[in-house]
């Protein structure tokens, strides 16, 4: 009974359990695509359902824990310790430490410095993918194919948005002014196609940081325009040089566009509430609505902006 309970406790963590984790890690990378295919399927882009790349992470998390956990007891258990020290052990034991890295610093680092958060969410997920495949490295498995499957649709996200990037950066600058209270109006001369009000683009500037793109809802359109709270890292950075070089320009270039929102034209009055730099996505809804409207239109749009400061009421969109 003993022996047969440990039998089925080997198969459960070596056979069921790999494939589950791997099955989900699938899911995953699918769900944390910026050009992911629900958006042409679905009306959510990649923010509305980062929810379930969170559950999903968490729950690969959980199923890493118990198949060590399993593994190892069963291990113990038969006097076999020594194999838990060949290399194929060793290399899944380090990516289930990078796995518990990402978790933490979701959790934790993700909240307090961002930037921090996503270089080791990026450089730990990348590590934890090779010693993944060198952990299970026997193709017959086929757990090997599920771990290729995550690797390429991370790569297939990465290449499209690099191209993007390249190809809208040229002839592309950006022409930065300050606004008070530490407010950055960004104004770029070329847009991504589909761009609108509302949406969001990553906007690279070099000048500023080289290696790091924002997300920023676009505030206008004829030309783009972004108005950015400054905080630390990139947006401090950027406020600075504004104040430093009001109505300076710097290589740029936008990534995008992404985002979906409410569709209100069926309506006889629309209510816009925002606070703060949020005004960034009302402001774009209402233009759209202007846009669209005929002149004479009886449509009611009323806008309610709640700022700390009087002076940031001086966007000049």
């Known amino acids: 009974m003993v022996r ?16 589950l984790s791997v099955a989900n890690l699938v899911l995953i990378v699918f769900l944390s695509m910026k050009n992911t295919p629900l958006a042409y399927l679905t009306a959510w882009s990649y923010d509305k359902i ?9 729950t690969v998390m959980a199923l890493v824990i118990i198949h060590g956990a399993c593994y190892s007891s069963y291990f113990m258990q038969t006097n076999n310790r020594a194999r838990l ?17 990402l978790v933490v610093a979701a959790a934790v680092v993700r909240l307090w410095w961002y930037e921090l958060f996503y270089i080791i ?24 194919i599920g771990i290729l499957l995550a690797a390429g649709l991370f790569f297939l996200d990465r290449i499209i948005r690099f191209f993007r990037m390249v190809l809208y950066s040229v002839n592309n600058k950006a022409t930065v002014y300050p606004l008070p209270n530490g407010g950055t109006r960004i104004v770029l001369r070329k847009a991504p196609l589909a761009a609108t009000s509302g949406a969001h683009c990553f906007v690279w500037i070099p000048g500023v940081r080289a290696l790091e793109m924002h997300p920023f809802t676009i505030a206008a359109m004829n030309p783009m325009e972004f108005v950015v709270n400054s905080y630390d890292g990139f947006t401090g950075d950027l ?3 504004a104040v430093a070089n009001p109505g300076g320009t710097l290589k740029a270039s936008a990534e995008g566009p992404y985002g979906t929102f409410p569709e209100p034209m069926g309506y006889d009055k629309i209510i ?23 002149s004479d239109s009886t449509k009611t749009i009323i806008f309610v902006w709640i700022v700390r400061n009087q002076g940031s009421s001086t966007l000049q969109t």
Do not use: W
């Open 272 to 294: 816009f509430i925002a606070g703060g730099s949020g005004a960034s996505f009302t402001f774009g809804m209402a233009l759209n609505m202007l846009k669209k409207m005929a």
């Open 50 to 58: 980062h929810i379930l790349h969170q559950i999903a992470g968490y």
């Open 4 to 19: 047969n309970h440990k039998f089925q406790l080997a198969k459960f963590s070596l056979l069921t359990l790999p494939r």
């Open 239 to 241: 406020h600075r040089y």
């Open 85 to 101: 020290l060949v290399h194929e052990e060793i290399y899944g034991m380090v990516a289930g430490g990078c796995f518990l890295t």
């Open 121 to 144: 969410h990026v450089s730990f997920f990348l590590i934890s993918m090779v010693f993944l495949g060198l952990h299970q490295s026997d193709t017959a498995k086929k757990i090997f």
